[in-house]
Structure formats: C-alpha cells, structure tokens
C-alpha cells in the first residue's frame, strides 16, 4: 500500500485509458512502466501535471522458488485541474476470456 495515504482519499478501482502515445518512453527503456502523461477515466480526460510519490508492491514467486517479483508500480499524481490520484500498473493482468484486459488503474482519488 502506499507510504502515505491522504485522508480525504476515496477508492474508485477502475481502469484507464491512456492517451495513445503518451507514455514515458524513458521508463519503459528502464523496463518500468511508462505513466501516461494523459489518460481517461470515466469519460474525462487527466493530464498529469506532477508525479508525486512512486512505489513498488512485490511478492513471492507463485510457484516456491524464492524469488521476489514486482506485482504493481504505483504513482501518486497531481493532474493539471488539481486532483491527486494514485494510480497503478499491474504487470500481471487478469488471465482469462476477457477481451479488455487493463493495466492501468485509477485506485484511488483525492
């Protein structure tokens, strides 16, 4: 979970949808997810002004070897219009029939 949690934060636990060609090509050349700079939820689109706070949620390899894997990137964001939103990347999305299978989540608003 987050290093810190803002009091007036409430959980929203839906997807996002980047703006196509708005993602931090740096990171990704690090192999880290790259935040969109731009995305949509809830038929509103975000720019992302500032990044906050980032963080890592890691556990055990599924199988019992004893490797540890990242699970989710975490970034804590102020958009342009002044919200702070904690977003995350799963890098293990949901397995399955579903066609939409995000990696982008807007977990929380505040």
């Given at each position: 979970?987050?290093?810190?949690?803002?009091?007036n934060?409430?959980?929203i636990g839906e997807p996002i949808t980047p703006k196509p060609g708005?993602?931090?090509t740096a990171a990704?050349?690090?192999?880290?997810?790259?935040l969109p700079s731009a995305f949509t939820c809830?038929?509103?689109e975000y720019t992302v002004a500032a990044v906050l706070e980032t963080w890592k949620s890691t556990s055990s390899c599924r199988s019992g070897s004893p490797?540890?894997?990242v699970r989710k990137h975490w970034y804590r964001i102020r958009t342009t219009t002044g919200e702070v939103m904690?977003?995350?990347?799963?890098?293990?999305?949901?397995?399955g029939r579903r066609k939409h299978k995000a990696r982008?989540?807007?977990?929380?608003s505040a």
């Open positions: 979970m987050p290093p810190t949690t803002p009091t934060e409430s959980f708005a993602f931090d990704m050349a690090r192999g880290e997810p790259g809830r038929k509103t490797e540890t894997y904690t977003l995350y990347f799963d890098r293990q999305p949901p397995r982008w989540y807007l977990f929380s």
